[in-house]
């Protein structure tokens, strides 16, 4: 089932005992005990409206500010909590980088990680020098080539792994531009943090392809996310029976206020707008949703 519903029911059969069908199972991992399944595919339309759930509040301006500190280029965790955003620091302290090997790495760094591969792909850390701007390369393939097939944003790039503070979980996109429908976006996850992270790449990946094709002049049509493990932590199963309970509401509405540049103009100044935006240049309207529900983001 596609859009909120669709996560709901997956919430359902990672937490359902004994469902043969569902083949939910225990694992034990890095970072603890997990109910999960595998490869797993939500659905969202997004000509109805932006796919911001609505069964608990999700923290708007969090998922805004990373994605634009993603398309900076920035690894620099502290610029975030700056505006309030403290999703990446338990992962950039000096105890948790040391942990992972990466002595080297300022405190408040993630390391190569996505601004680093988004936009200087396979280049020099920390300063980028020799690596590919994907973004730019993604928004060339759209304009020159819109029914092409090499329009993808990867960030698995296995020679660089070992200098992120943590790998990649929502490793790759694809774009897909429709003459009659617009421009969609299919983005997939190796690990799939259901209930504290799912939500965030939810929307952020929505807030990407609108962004995309506001710049391109064309609608949006729907985004579709595939998830590798797809898991609950043990902590999150209090509130997730909680959330499963709740019926989803209206979405609702991304406005984009900041003007684009003309549709003619070049692909440096469309890269230049995105690395630019600020979260006063995007509004959410109508946003009617359940009670905030705590999720701890498990490090």
Known sequence: MADEQGYINLMKTILADGNKEAEAEERHGRNGKTKAVFGEKLVFDLASG???LTTKRVFWRGVAEELFWFLRGSTNA????????NIWNDNTTREFLDS????????????????????AFNGDYPSGKN???????????LVTNPHGRRAI??????SQLSMAALAPCHFVYEFYISDTRGLSCMMVMRSCDVA????????STALLTSLIAKLLYIPTDKIIIITGDTHLYEEH???ALIQIERSPKPKPTLEIVRDVPPKDSSIDEKVKWLETLTFEDVKI???????AIRFKMIA
Do not use: M, R
Not at 131 to 141: A, F, S
Not at 153 to 158: C, D, H, K, T
């Open 153 to 158: 944003l990867s960030a698995w790039n296995p």
């Open 78 to 85: 502290k610029e975030l909590a700056e505006k309030g955003v």
């Open 237 to 239: 199963f209090e509130g």
């Open 131 to 141: 690596g590919v701007d994907q973004i730019k390369y993604v928004l060339e393939q």
């Open 285 to 291: 309207t109508n946003y009617d949703c359940h009670p």
């Open 196 to 203: 504290a992270g799912l939500p965030f790449n939810i929307a």
């Open 50 to 52: 932006f796919p911001l």
């Open 100 to 119: 992972v090997g990466l002595q080297h790495i300022e405190e408040g760094h993630l390391g190569a990680g996505y601004g680093h591969c988004w936009k």
